[in-house]
Each structure stands twice: as structure tokens, then as C-alpha cells.
Nanobody, 124 residues
Framework: QAQLVESGGGLVQAGGSLRLSCAAS????????MGWFRQAPGKEREFVAA????????NYAVSVKDRFTVSRDNLKNTVSLQMNSLKPEDTAVYYC?????????????????WGQGTQVTVSS
């Protein structure tokens, strides 16, 4: 069972950047597709980005495309989310998630494992 731990959240001004990381304890990390989701106060959890096992296929939510970049390092068992040009509406708790079906879509129910989340706050 994969255990996921996010890091890198914090407070940043609008227009700034943050890099989130998610470390996995699972030795078979390379067999999992990885996703990033976020949840703002009073809102439902929403898809941000996802990447397949090999990194060959990547998907982004329309709201973050061209601003966020997801990447993975299968040797270090980590997945990262580089967030640029941040906006106040990006404020949320960000979660990484994993599934062993190589699914890189936006349906959260298809992800089997979740981290505890890291807070990202963007001030205007």
C-alpha cells in the first residue's frame, strides 16, 4: 500500500511560484500513475494534473494548463507539481494521489491512495 507525503506548500503572493513534492514509500512507485487534486474551503475536490507511470502521458485541468507542470522521478519515488503565475483562486489544500491502473484522468474515485495534503495560499 502506497503511503504518500506532500510537501512544499506555503504562502505566496499572486504571480509567484511554488513547487509541491509528493514522496511515496512504495518501492513499486513506477507502477503507479500519479495525480494532483486540490480542495478549497467550501468547494469540492477538483482535479489539477496527472501523469502516467512512465510520464509519457500528462493531463491538466484547463484552469492550470500553461501555468502548472507535473513531473515524476521514478528513481526517487517522487512526483512534483511546479506552480507558476499563481492566482488567489489557486488557494487550496493540494493532495497527491496514486492508482495502479495507469489512469491519468480527472475522476478522483479512480485513485486508490491519497496523501494528507499541503496548504497553498495565494495572497492578492
Amino acid at each position: 500500500q502506497a503511503q504518500l507525503v506532500e510537501s512544499g506548500g506555503g504562502l505566496v503572493q499572486a504571480g509567484g511560484s511554488l513547487r509541491l513534492s509528493c514522496a511515496a514509500s512504495e518501492r513499486t512507485f513506477s507502477s503507479y500513475a500519479m495525480g494532483w487534486f486540490r480542495q478549497a474551503p467550501g468547494k469540492e475536490r477538483e482535479f489539477v494534473a496527472a501523469i502516467t507511470r512512465s510520464g509519457g502521458s500528462i493531463n491538466y485541468a484547463v484552469s492550470v494548463k500553461d501555468r502548472f507542470t507535473v513531473s515524476r522521478d521514478n528513481l526517487k519515488n517522487t512526483v512534483s507539481l511546479q506552480m507558476n503565475s499563481l492566482k488567489p483562486e489557486d488557494t487550496a489544500v493540494y493532495y497527491c494521489a496514486a492508482n495502479n491502473r495507469d489512469y491519468s484522468g480527472s475522476i478522483d474515485l479512480r485513485y486508490d491512495y491519497w496523501g494528507q495534503g499541503t496548504q497553498v495560499t495565494v495572497s492578492s
